[in-house]
């Protein structure tokens, strides 16, 4: 009993950590977004700054942040991958949130390995979650168009997309 008792102590520690630390990261990168949009409208020509390509991959990082948790969830939870990243809150669209968030950490980690035939079937399958919120990833800045659509507010923030995420996450302790 004793063994079973420590476990349960040892994974409530873990997932706090793991809640609090990515809630941590996230703030910053929300501040760093926050920062690049505000730098943005102060020039005429922002892109040719390089801050729409900072905010790309601010929005790639909180994405992974997002991504990290999600797979410390399941894995801990001893669900199925596939099946946890179907579950919880969903975009309107109909694809869940926590899937959204994976595929789009998977496209801004592994975007560039596929040229040619490599990684096709995994691929087309991020692509369909994309197509699915209405972007494409062959737009300029798929990420920050998927961020802005996965938000469904006026205001994309990471924070607020982690708690869509928390909801994900006590589902699935409910389900475990």
Request: hydrophobic residues 35%; aromatic residues 12%; contains cysteine.
């Amino acid at each position: 009993m004793k063994c079973t008792s420590n476990k349960i102590i040892n994974t409530h520690w873990r997932l706090g950590f793991e809640q609090n630390f990515a809630e941590d990261l996230l703030n910053t990168v929300d501040s760093k977004i926050n920062d690049l949009s505000n730098l943005s409208r102060m020039e005429i020509d922002p892109d040719s700054y390089g801050y729409f390509d900072r905010a790309e991959h601010a929005i790639g990082l909180g994405f992974v942040i997002i991504q990290n948790f999600i797979t410390a969830m399941y894995v801990d939870y001893e669900s199925n991958k596939a099946t946890a990243l179907e579950k919880g809150p969903a975009h309107s669209s109909g694809v869940s949130v926590a899937k959204v968030v994976n595929d789009a950490a998977n496209y801004w980690k592994h975007n560039k390995e596929w040229s040619g035939d490599k990684g096709q079937n995994y691929r087309k399958r991020i692509e369909t979650t994309f197509v699915c919120l209405g972007c494409s990833t062959s737009d300029d800045y798929p990420l920050s168009n998927i961020f802005t659509k996965i938000c469904d507010s006026n205001q994309a923030s990471f924070i607020l997309l982690f708690k869509v995420i928390l909801k994900w996450q006590k589902e699935l302790q409910s389900n475990a």
